[in-house]
């Protein structure tokens, strides 16, 4: 099997407008984001699996947010983000397993999110709760045969593949984002594939530097514009004979013709690496 190139929709009242663009652009698959709890409900999952069905669109993970404050930075990111922060840590696990039951109803079997900051140190009390809290999770998943995959990002993949070994399940899996890698500093996108292969189950396609100041992360770039070498990354997932999703996901602030147009001429780029 080969790897086929999809979309990241962020999830919102616009979303058949996104789901139709995808599809006269040439998009089949996608990664479907959500950041609104109050839309995990089997209403309003009735009404995306109707818009799916109508313009042909397969969705192959949920993305799914949580409650609580957000910041994708140095300052107050550690404090804040996923399920890392004990304080948020109870409240966010049943976000994401009222997300696992939203993708259930509309016959996904992958939920991703990032984790947060995870400790390095597996001593540290939030590394020992993040590992029981995914045994938690893992563990109400299990009987409908879903997998929780871990976005990179925050954390290095030499962290995520320690929680996959402590944790101890197959379902545990990761979304790999070479963008996020470099734009946090966690490592070379390329060599982390090494580190994490077998246990990547859907990736990000992305572009990104890495940061040049300690508090503030690398700038995200269009497809092959930035420093994560998208070449040879695609010939490393080659290599490790990966035949998942590659989801284009789009995150720079411009203006809507330009994301679309971004994102066509990433998909372009993409799909002439892929005939390589």
């Known amino acids: 099997m080969a790897m086929k190139i999809g979309i990241a929709i962020k999830m919102g009242d616009d979303l058949e407008d996104r789901l139709e663009w995808a599809k006269q652009s040439g998009f089949n698959n996608c990664q479907l984001q959500l ?5 995990l409900c089997s209403e309003h999952a009735l009404g995306t699996k109707r818009l799916l069905a109508k313009y042909g669109i397969e969705a192959i993970s ?5 409650h609580g404050p957000v910041k994708w930075n140095f300052r107050e990111g550690p404090a804040i983000l996923g399920i890392v922060p004990p304080e948020y840590r109870a409240t966010r696990t049943k976000n994401l397993l ?5 993708a259930r109803e ?3 079997p992958d939920v991703v999110t990032h984790l947060g900051f995870v400790p390095a140190n597996c001593s ?8 029981n809290t995914l045994k938690y999770i ?4 299990a009987p409908h045969k879903q997998n929780f995959l871990m976005e990179t990002g925050q954390e290095t993949p030499v962290i995520l593949r320690r929680l996959i070994e402590d944790v101890g399940s197959d379902r545990l899996l990761v979304n790999y984002d070479p963008a996020n890698l470099m734009a946090y500093g966690n490592g070379d996108p390329i060599s982390g594939i090494d580190i994490l292969r077998g246990y990547i189950k859907s990736v990000h396609a992305k572009d990104a530097s890495y940061p040049v ?8 770039y269009p497809i092959g514009k930035g420093d994560a070498d998208i070449p040879r990354f695609i010939r490393k997932l080659k290599e490790i004979e990966y035949d998942g999703p590659v989801f284009i996901e789009h995150e720079i602030e411009v203006d809507i013709q ?5 994102i066509m001429e990433g998909k372009l780029y993409l799909e002439e690496l892929l005939k390589q």
Do not use: F, R
Request: with cysteine; charged share 20%; proline share 2%.
């Open 35 to 39: 950041w609104d709890m109050a839309h």
């Open 106 to 108: 509309l016959g996904i």
């Open 62 to 66: 949920l993305w799914c947010g949580w």
């Open 98 to 102: 009222d997300g696992a039951a939203y």
């Open 138 to 141: 893992l563990e109400q998943l």
């Open 213 to 220: 100041s300690g508090y503030e992360l690398g700038i995200e």
């Open 258 to 262: 330009t994301q679309k147009a971004e």
């Open 124 to 131: 540290d009390p939030n590394y020992i709760g993040v590992v």
